[in-house]
């Protein structure tokens, strides 16, 4: 038998990520008067990706063969998967899909070139809504687009309604596959300032598949049996990217191995260790210089997504701050009451709940857009 409140309102969150290995969920009950950012967490779930499915997610990020049948076939499969973490949600807090309001879900990002016009969230959610019985809203970065927007990062919104606080500047970083920065001012007229940082996971997990064949680097063992290798490390900050003033954002089309791969045409010999350390260095070094540009005065900066748990990661971020004299300390997205790993997953379930109450999802100071604008698309049981 549940025992969620009688007076709450229920959402299913569900994030697949620039990482590709699988999809989080939540079930997040919402006061029927939510106004204050906090909301309870009824079940959480994970769904790992098979091999197959992330080799077609991960081809579709270029160009090729048959791409349209290709991208369906893989909705589909993706839409199947992200039933399947419903179901289990559905199980651990005892409830029928009838009770859900709606599901948010984000889809797997393929594309993403805001410069010209469009972003690509590969998904079926009309077969997601088939599957569950539950309203699906999906769908959300494109109204932004289309408003002028960068359509990324979403989540600074979400940072600020669950995490600001008066009186205090707080920094949350989210890295996953891509990293990205939420500053959250406290001062009487606090602004939220928020962009994608660059490489999070994404070419470290590259790099580790390639010559280990593992998924991601546990710990950052790997990498922190290397050396930093300066000469690449500063050929990768020498990348425009990090130059351009927000709002920006990026993904896969920017950062891939083949992207790597050219920077690396300079050092031939490098060990692939070494290469490793200096990819955990190069994320470390482009969140400080993010975190330590607006020269803010914040005391902690909050990690979230899976880098979280990365503890040499978290040790060269908290090197790199100190080099740029900045004193605030790292902590977990725990120490404000949410797993660093379902910070992404109640997100989506947030937007689904600002889309249902008819409220804007994006800040027009973080993604550029013309103005606020309700994001997302419905579709029903």
């Known amino acids: 038998m549940s025992i969620l409140p009688s007076n709450s309102i229920l959402y299913i969150g569900l994030m697949s990520g620039t990482s590709l290995d699988g999809v989080d969920g939540v079930l997040a009950s919402f ?39 290709r991208e369906a076939l893989a909705a589909n499969e993706l839409a199947r998967h992200y039933a399947d973490c419903v179901a289990q949600l559905l199980a651990q807090a005892d409830v029928a ?24 969230q590969t998904n079926n959610p009309a077969l997601l809504a088939e599957l569950t019985g539950i309203d699906v809203i999906a769908d959300f970065r494109s109204r932004d687009i289309a408003a002028g927007g960068q359509g990324a990062p979403l989540v600074p919104a979400f940072h600020r309604a669950f995490f600001a606080k008066a009186g205090e500047t707080r920094v949350v970083v989210n890295i996953g596959g891509i990293g990205n920065i939420s500053i959250l001012e406290g001062g009487e007229n606090a602004c939220v300032t928020g962009f994608d940082t660059g490489p999070g996971n ?24 290397g050396t930093v290798i300066p000469a690449l490390l500063d050929t990768l900050r020498d990348e425009p990217f990090f130059a351009l003033p927000p709002p920006k954002s990026t993904g896969r089309d920017l950062f891939h ?21 200096t990819l955990a260095a190069f994320t470390a070094n482009t969140l400080a210089d993010a975190i330590a540009a607006p020269a803010i005065d914040a005391k902690t900066v909050y990690v979230c997504g899976g880098g979280a748990y990365n503890a040499h990661l978290m040790r060269q971020l908290q090197q ?16 404000l009451g949410i797993s660093p790993n379902h910070v992404e997953a109640l997100a989506f379930a947030w937007l689904a709940y600002r889309f249902s109450e008819r409220q804007a999802g994006n800040l027009p100071a973080v993604t550029g857009a013309k103005g606020l604008r309700i994001l997302g698309a419905l579709y029903p049981a």
């Open 202 to 225: 994404v070419l470290m997990d590259a790099w580790i598949a390639q010559h280990l064949g593992k998924k991601y680097d546990a710990d950052g063992a790997w990498a922190a049996s």
């Open 97 to 120: 899909p009838d009770a859900i309001r709606a599901i948010g879900v984000h889809g797997q990002t393929i594309r993403h070139q805001p410069a010209i016009g469009y972003t690509r």
């Open 257 to 277: 191995p083949t992207w790597l791969a050219g920077r690396l045409s300079a050092f031939p010999n490098a060990k692939p260790a070494d290469v490793q350390a």
């Open 320 to 335: 790199a701050l100190a080099d740029r004299k900045q004193i605030a300390t790292l902590e977990s997205t725990d120490a």
């Open 31 to 69: 006061p029927r008067d939510f106004s204050d950012g906090h909301v309870d967490m009824a079940a959480a779930a994970y769904v790992p990706f098979p091999a197959a499915l992330q080799s077609d997610l991960m081809a579709l990020q270029a160009a090729g063969d048959n791409e349209i049948a």
